[in-house]
């Protein structure tokens, strides 16, 4: 999986007072837990442009005062205005303990479906998944070559060797759907055959009207001549 370097420094106090004046400085306060003893530090807000503004997922190798700790991003918080980092929580990872993270979701190929004019629909970008930090993917490729219209690919659909995914078996990754456009064109084309079987119908109705009007007009005139007689 591929990993990011984060440049960090131990922070000297916690608190609101010193995590506000780290802002002022560009400086995002961190803690990283997961192994016992929680650690505190802060980093460039300039970081996370390759771990939180990116569809992909990343180890990061968090070096704070020349030691090095491997870790995945667990929770990051924004400011409700200014939309700004304002903090950040890292779990340690351990590399004989597996450890779940959000995986990338690729679809690879072209559909069936959408070569005969339905519509590709992606539910999910990510999928939670579990496994040793040594398995981990750095993305999780999906076939779309034999969906047809009105076919889906769900996560019980995904085997991936030495992972487990935490997401309902159910759930839906990508479907195929029929694109309005041809639902239309075929109501509307049905309703025009609808119409021509109604005219001939109409068209039958008085055939059989003039022809009972003609045999009536018949037997009045038969009746006529067998008076006369």
């Not at 370097?5 to 306060?29: C, D, F, T, Y």
């Not at 192994?35 to 190798?61: C, D, M, Q, R, W």
């Not at 409700?80 to 890292?90: T, W």
Request: hydrophobic letters at 40%.
């Amino acid at each position: 999986m591929k990993t990011v370097e984060v440049k960090a420094s131990l922070r000297e106090a916690v608190g609101k007072s010193n995590s506000k004046n780290l802002r002022k400085q560009e400086q995002i306060p961190c803690v990283l837990y997961g192994n016992g003893k929680n650690v505190h530090f802060h980093t460039h807000e300039n970081s996370f442009k390759e771990i939180v503004y990116t569809p992909n997922a990343y180890l990061v190798n968090i070096d704070v005062d020349s030691k090095t700790y491997q870790a995945v991003l667990r929770d990051i918080q924004f400011h409700p205005v200014s939309d700004k980092i304002i903090h950040a929580d890292f779990f340690q990872v351990d590399e004989k303990v597996p450890v779940w993270i959000k995986m990338p979701v690729i679809l690879e190929g072209s559909a069936i479906g959408v070569l005969n004019g339905g519509r590709l629909v992606q539910k999910m970008r990510k999928v939670k998944v579990i496994g040793l930090a040594s398995a981990l993917p750095d993305e999780i490729k999906v076939d779309i070559s034999d969906l047809a219209i009105g076919q889906s690919i769900k996560v019980a659909d995904l085997k991936i060797d030495g992972l487990e995914l935490l997401e309902p078996e159910n759930a839906v990754l990508v479907i195929v759907k029929t694109a309005r456009a041809v639902v239309v064109e075929e109501v509307e084309g049905e309703e025009g055959e609808e119409g021509v079987e109604g005219e001939e119908g109409a068209e039958g109705e008085e055939g059989a009207k003039g022809e009972a009007a003609a045999s009536e007009k018949s037997g009045d005139a038969a009746h006529a001549k067998e008076a006369a007689k």
